[in-house]
């Protein structure tokens, strides 16, 4: 009868030590999951820094052709060519093609719309076009009513 309860105790310790194996695996897993998204997260992290200097390289490069040009007095400037070189910078260079995508629907025939038309009519997932009308909003281009989430162009920029 002793040996029946010890065999018993051995068996349930063997149950336990089974158990907290089984959870120490699935502790491993966690840990092993969590460090390969953050490693993820620092890949992505150097890469957004990494756009953001080549941005600011860019940006200082273009700030000081501009100064240049604005001190002489014979060049004559095509808006027009100046509007592409922005959309082009602002598309592939600072991955703002949401801001204008939503800026030209807003120039056309609303110049108000939700945010749900804006983010349909786009092609953009809605909390990017949510962050898109958080600045042009902060930057004075648009304003947004959170209560019917419309957003209405402030001023023309172009015709």
């Known amino acids: 009868m002793v040996d029946a309860k010890i065999e018993g105790a051995i068996k349930d310790i063997q149950d336990y030590i089974n158990e907290l194996e089984t959870k120490i695996a699935k502790n491993e897993q966690d840990v092993a999951n969590a460090k390969e998204k953050a490693s993820k997260l620092a890949s992505e992290k150097t890469s957004a820094a990494a756009k953001l200097k080549k941005m600011e390289d860019e940006m200082s490069e273009l700030s000081s052709v501009y100064e240049e040009l ?27 093609s949401s801001h204008i995508k939503l800026l030209t629907l807003l120039h056309g025939a609303k110049p108000n719309m939700t945010k749900n038309d804006l983010s349909k009519a786009t092609g953009i997932q809605p909390a990017a076009t949510l962050r898109a009308i958080f600045d042009l909003r902060n930057n004075g281009l648009v304003t947004y009513n959170e209560e019917n989430e419309t957003v209405k162009l402030v001023r023309r920029l172009f015709e």
Do not use: A, F
């Not at 808006?79 to 598309?91: C, F, G, N, R």
């Open 70 to 96: 604005k001190g002489r007095k014979d060049v004559e400037i095509d808006i027009q060519e100046v509007m592409k070189l922005y959309v082009i910078l602002t598309e592939q260079v600072l991955d703002g």
